[in-house]
């Protein structure tokens, strides 16, 4: 809710701005329009709404259990990854080569990440490549708690 006011007041403020700036320079008459300005509003809220659900969608096809959990963790390894300019695909879960990694191979562990990929049914490959989709999944996560700050 507070991203949407600060959103709606920053929006409002830009077009306050511009629509003086233009009136100062002679451009011609500007209307605010309110309803505009709303329904940007709405849009934004919606966003940020199917920003949630597809973060929850995501987090469901990895079979997580603990849910808050494994988001705090995320985010909290998504800031070290930021700051080091790392991507999630970079690291090596299994055989990690630095902190970031022994930090990525905990979370997946704790979170239990790869249980579903480890049944004796699948065949090396098959093992591989849901290990791979995985990944992928909480590295979509990752970028979906990046871009949603």
Not at 30 to 55: N, R, S, Y
Not at 67 to 88: C, G, H, P, R, S
Request: proline share 1%; glycine share 4%; hydrophobic share 40%.
């Amino acid at each position: 809710m507070k991203l949407f006011k600060k959103t709606l007041l920053s929006l409002t403020a830009t077009m306050a701005i511009v629509t003086q700036s233009n009136a100062l320079l002679g451009v011609g008459d500007v209307v605010f329009d309110p309803t505009a300005a709303f329904k940007a509003g709405v849009q934004i809220k919606k966003m940020k709404e199917q920003i949630t659900l597809a973060t929850d969608t995501l987090i469901a096809t990895t079979g997580i259990k603990d849910a808050v959990n494994f988001y705090e963790d995320i985010k909290e390894l998504t800031e070290v990854m930021e700051q080091f300019k790392v991507q999630i695909t970079d690291l090596n879960i299994e055989n990690p080569k630095s902190q970031i990694g022994l930090m990525a191979q905990q979370i997946f562990k704790r979170n239990q990440i790869f249980d579903n990929c480890s049944v004796d049914y699948l065949s090396t490959l098959q093992k591989e490549t849901c290990k791979n989709k995985q990944i992928r999944n909480v590295s979509d996560i990752a970028t979906t708690i990046i871009y949603s700050q």
